[in-house]
């Protein structure tokens, strides 16, 4: 895979892009960019018991999802996260209380990940009173203040100004927090992407950027829309640190993380990881996902799930007994089926909740 | 041969400055480049260079002059070697009373002008018009209605620029989660001067200058603003909020409500709106229409100081995101404000500026100096109008205006921006539903032309609604 670069080695990279070097990455088959890194960081027992707990959370979550979905219980759009767990669990693992989380519509893993309660997710999937926009959001637009998750955007690349105007307010604060703004390979093409950017290094905004590559932008594949599809040199105009992550591997997750997360803290301003990934489903529930082929994503569901590779590690390196991660999955699917019972017989939102929350009132 | 040197224009409204230096005095030699003195408007201090080559015979202008009049002749270069005293004789008006002989300035100032109807004000959409009087805009507002505040209250005579920075620097003063960002808000004093002093007075953490990017630092604010903090953002002018509008619109106005009422954005978008005077259809646009249009928005545009500072302030401590559309004809115009501790206005609530029995003309914003210029010459003729200043378009003080059409039967609205889907193309609409039965003649709307800000002045005089056709709808309700 290609290495983690040096950050201040991609900082002081002033050169031309080289046209030959995305190309080459391109080149590469998703399965080859995840080879095994000779000296992966390795966690704990706890650690990985902890990361398999959090990731498998999502993946039933989302299969479970995708189900109601096909059922005609969740309407419009859902787009699903299986496949890109590590990333976000592996951020998490490195964040503390009170960091900030934002994102764009691919946002079921990034609620579960910062707490958030299934049922109140799947509820406001299911568009009922219980979700946590009372049924007046949906998929692409949840929140939780008391999380510091603040959204699920529709409009993408828009939580990119957003997550940097969180940061503007840490700042501004000083309060010590980090934003961690999410993105896909398609917003990292956004124009508003760059304003932040430019405004984020000018103010040292502790943000750290985290661009989800996961190889497709809806059906367009990052060569056919990239001019540089090396995403963690998107900075390097700004003078901001890069690095590519191997986004399957939930251990190298967190160690990009915890640098660039640090980077932020301590006032040098934000920080790119592009985390390498493979969305296994399509772009949205209603994608037959003809621009790749079967084989590219059965090969990176065989040699590189990310769960697959906590749990190979928990049985094989911390001698944890299948019948205890069996457990696990009994636990985590009896969570998925009660955040579904709950999503499909609580109530509608009452017709007067159509004109509640438009304004606020105003303070005395 | 002789050469006047005319007070220049700094800007596309400036109408008069102060000589405030000489920085040659007569008999000196110049050269093109050279500066020649400094003259100082309520915006900006700027120097004026000669461009000519000669000596400078004389100052026609004393230093120390107020209210220089746009293109009054200031002084008078002769060529090298030219007779000094031809040219003194020459020299336009002597030196005392030179402000009082302003040659034609290149925009609508022209006061006491001929304002005759335009022949086809009732009908506003499609057609082209036959041209139609100049628009006159007075620089003296009439005194306005004002019982928003305890009777024998101090009035200060204050510019709708000062308002509104004496607002936001109140504000600052009171709560720390206020700030201000935007382009060219903190070193350069703001680009129309809204924000003179606030740096000084705030520093740079809280006055914060932006590179040219509204895009991103709409969404910034409006980030910001979801963790509780209260920006202010300023726009140089509206027209540059369209590339923030997803921001505006997407980010700030919905969340709320998208969030099931967990993350308000408590954020002021402010700015100009709507023409200023000969920047093309770029810089011209009028927005009130677009932004009423949203759920989730409050939209203000205020006529006079005091309500620009009211309304500010209040803007500022609302909960919810604001777009508080400025014009920057009026910005210079100068209004009684009540002198008050802590002057804040209610949102939401139109005032009736002149009282009339016979016909309710509603305006807003600039549209307020075409309603009370008709207004006053309407009541020569026998005509009283009431005229209604909405302050907010949304929400929309309906009531106000019923309860006026209720006594006088007769509606005309004006606003400056387009007809299709405007302003007064929703209060015809409420009208037509909530006072039905009071109403005489139908509503007619006043507007700006159905096409793009022409450039050229007479286009644009022609493009803008004016005081006739104010008065020509007015008599046309009326069946006079």
Redo the contacts between chains.
Sequence with gaps: MDAAKDAGQAASDTSLPETGRPAQAEAQSPAEIHAPAPNSPQFTREEDLHAYHEMLLIRRFEEKAGQLYGMGLIGGFCHLYIGQEAVVIGMQMASVEGD?V?TGYRDHGHMLACGMDPKGVMAELTGRRG????????SM?????EKQF??????VG?Q???????????A??KNGKVSLTYMGDGAANQ??VY??F??AQ?WKLPVVYVIENNRYAMGTSVARASAQTDFSRRGISFGIPGEQVDGMDVRTVREAATRAIAHARSGEGPYILEMQTYRYRGHSMSDPAKYRTKDEVSKMREEHDPIEMVRKRLIEMHGVAEADLKATDAKVRETVNESAEFATHDPEPDPAELW????????A | MATDILMPALSPTMEEGKLSKWLKKEGDPVKSGDVLAEIETDKATMEVEAIDEGVLARILIEEGTEGVKVNTPIAVIVAEGEDVSAAASRGGAPKADAPAQPAPAPDMQAEGQAETPAPSAKTQDDKPKAPAAPATITSKAPAPVMEEFPEGTEMVTTTVREALRDAMAEEMRREEAV?VMGEEVAEYQGAYKITQGLLQEFGA?RVVD??I?E???????????????RPIVEFMTFNFAMQAI??II??AAK??????????CPIVFRGPNGAAARVGAQHSHDYSAWYSNV??L?VIAPYTASDAKGLLK?AI????PIIFLENEILYGQSFPVPKLDDFVLP?GKARVHRTGKDVTIVSFSIGMTYALKAAQALAEEGIEAEVIDLRTLRPMDTDTVVESVKKTGRCVTVEEGFPQSGIGAEISARLMVDAFDYLDAPVLRVTGKDVPMPYAANLEKLALPNVGEVIEAVKAVCYR
């Design positions: 900030q934002i979700g946590y926009s009372r049924g007046k959001g949906g637009h949840m929140f939780s203040r603040f959204g699920g955007h529709g409009i828009a990119v100004s957003l997550g940097t105007g969180l940061a503007f307010a840490d501004y604060k124009g508003q304003e932040s430019n405004m000018l509640t929350d438009i304004l606020l009132e105003a303070r | 700030f953490r932006t590179p990017t895009h991103g630092f709409a969404g910034i604010g409006v980030g910001a603003a979801f963790t509780g903090l997803d921001h997407n980010s969340t709320l409500y998208m969030s099931g009422g967990q993350l308000g759920p989730g409050k209040a401590r609302d909960p919810n949102i």
